[in-house]
């Protein structure tokens, strides 16, 4: 590696720090890469963007990387994530040996040196509202809006057809890339570039809420009490077992009542429970969703559930920002969920299974 290389990773590696923040995502989720002429250099799938160092990126090469869309797909989903996953891997070069991103195809598109995807409150107030197109259109009229598209190879052929189409009209490609229900992608040459993208975006996005009076702070109730909290605890665990070794608690907030955003399905799942912690409710609950809820709204506050410390902490955190959301799509229209097809693709896919077992 040469040291215009090592340079970018350095660079890289800051700004997935900078914008690995609460402010701009949350758990495992966002990305992170940077590129020069043959190498793309990408976060690994299941990282957190705060924890990467300029060693932590898996290397591709670029030709087999857009040798992909060239590839005859498989129409069935499962087929055709692992044709992507395979290709993936042959892409790697040596050096790390983690599971790159299944975003990678998609970062190699994008014209930026550096690219960094993050899922903010704040952005997603607009993301995932009925009016979120029409107020992206009046707010950013340079950014490429994206609607709703599944992860993976789906997203990355839906966002080239869109880039390609944008670039003819425009004349050049966009520095902000803004998906239904998702997030939002910066890119640029410079560091210093991209983070002027994000900044201005945000700064923008204050200015509206605070013009809706609609609040940047989510209220939330007067913590359980050790008593209160520790009698959920015990019959969530005499209930679920290992599945509830770990519970997180909260003061009562106004929970999500349904699929929100991908990072919301994936670490809280898209519905909550609410009403007597008994089996006949749990099973009542798995039989109409066909799992066990992550979050549970009780008299005494919100409650969530893991196997692990964290994993209960990433359900709290995310049924958290996902209310943040369902606050602020209230400046547009209020909230969009996603669709049920949508809900269950994400929850079915091998990459965000993979994702979570990354927790620990």
Same mark, same amino acid.
């Given at each position: 590696?040469?040291?215009?290389?090592?340079?970018?990773?350095? $660079?890289?590696?800051?700004?997935?720090?900078?914008?690995?923040?609460?402010?701009?995502?949350?758990?495992?989720?966002?990305?992170?890469?940077?590129?020069?002429?043959?190498?793309?250099?990408?976060?690994?799938?299941?990282?957190?963007?705060?924890?990467?160092?300029?060693?932590?990126?898996?290397?591709?090469?670029?030709?087999?990387?857009?040798?992909?869309? $060239?590839?005859?797909?498989?129409?069935?989903?499962? #087929?055709?994530?692992?044709?992507?996953?395979?290709?993936?891997?042959?892409? #790697?070069?040596?050096?790390?040996? #983690?599971?790159?991103?299944?975003?990678?195809?998609?970062?190699?598109?994008?014209?930026?040196?550096?690219?960094?995807?993050?899922?903010?409150?704040?952005?997603?107030?607009?993301?995932?509202?009925?009016?979120?197109?029409?107020?992206?259109?009046?707010?950013?009229?340079?950014?490429?809006?994206?609607?709703?598209?599944?992860? &993976?190879?789906?997203?990355?052929?839906?966002?080239?057809?869109?880039?390609?189409?944008?670039?003819?009209?425009?004349?050049?490609?966009? #520095?902000?890339?803004?998906?239904?229900?998702?997030?939002?992608?910066?890119?640029?040459?410079?560091?210093?570039?991209?983070?002027?993208?994000?900044?201005?975006?945000?700064? *923008?996005?204050?200015?509206?809420?605070?013009?809706?009076?609609?609040?940047?702070?989510?209220?939330?109730?007067?913590?359980?009490?050790?008593?209160?909290?520790?009698?959920?605890?015990?019959?969530?665990?005499?209930?679920?077992?290992?599945?509830?070794?770990?519970?997180?608690?909260?003061?009562?907030?106004?929970?999500?009542?349904?699929?929100?955003?991908?990072?919301?399905?994936?670490?809280?799942? *898209?519905?909550?429970?609410?009403?007597?912690?008994?089996?006949?409710?749990? $099973?009542?609950?798995?039989?109409?969703?066909?799992?066990?809820?992550?979050?549970?709204?009780?008299?005494?506050?919100?409650?969530?559930? &893991?196997?692990?410390?964290?994993?209960?902490?990433?359900?709290?955190?995310? *049924?958290?920002? &996902?209310?943040?959301?369902?606050?602020? *799509?209230?400046?547009?229209?209020?909230?969009?969920?996603?669709?049920?097809?949508?809900?269950?693709?994400?929850?079915?896919?091998?990459?965000?299974?993979?994702?979570?077992?990354?927790?620990?």
């Amino acid at each position: 590696m040469n040291t215009t290389e090592s340079a970018l990773l350095v $660079e890289i590696a800051a700004l997935s720090r900078e914008f690995g923040t609460p402010d701009f995502v949350r758990g495992g989720g966002g990305n992170a890469s940077c590129k020069s002429a043959d190498t793309l250099w990408v976060k690994p799938s299941g990282r957190t963007l705060a924890g990467l160092t300029p060693a932590s990126f898996v290397a591709l090469d670029r030709a087999r990387l857009g040798a992909l869309y $060239e590839l005859p797909v498989p129409a069935a989903p499962r #087929a055709r994530e692992a044709l992507v996953k395979a290709a993936l891997a042959a892409a #790697a070069r040596p050096g790390p040996t #983690a599971r790159p991103s299944v975003e990678a195809p998609l970062h190699d598109l994008l014209a930026g040196r550096f690219v960094v995807h993050v899922h903010p409150a704040l952005v997603n107030g607009m993301t995932c509202a009925q009016h979120g197109a029409e107020v992206c259109a009046r707010l950013f009229p340079e950014a490429l809006w994206v609607p709703y598209i599944d992860p &993976g190879y789906t997203l990355c052929m839906g966002v080239r057809d869109q880039l390609h189409d944008y670039t003819r009209r425009h004349g050049r490609p966009p #520095a902000l890339i803004v998906l239904e229900s998702h997030g939002v992608f910066a890119t640029g040459d410079t560091a210093e570039g991209l983070r002027a993208v994000f900044h201005g975006m945000m700064r *923008a996005m204050q200015a509206e809420y605070v013009k809706a009076g609609v609040s940047l702070r989510l209220p939330v109730g007067k913590p359980p009490s050790a008593q209160a909290a520790e009698s959920v605890r015990q019959a969530l665990q005499a209930l679920l077992g290992a599945e509830a070794a770990c519970v997180a608690g909260s003061g009562p907030f106004r929970v999500a009542p349904g699929p929100i955003s991908p990072d919301h399905v994936v670490y809280a799942k *898209a519905y909550p429970y609410e009403g007597p912690l008994t089996g006949e409710g749990l $099973e009542a609950f798995r039989a109409r969703h066909g799992y066990a809820p992550l979050v549970y709204m009780t008299a005494a506050g919100v409650f969530t559930i &893991g196997a692990s410390r964290k994993k209960a902490d990433y359900a709290l955190d995310l *049924a958290l920002d &996902g209310a943040l959301v369902l606050q602020l *799509a209230e400046a547009f229209g209020g909230i969009q969920y996603m669709t049920e097809r949508a809900r269950l693709f994400i929850e079915q896919w091998e990459v965000e299974s993979y994702r979570q077992k990354q927790v620990g």
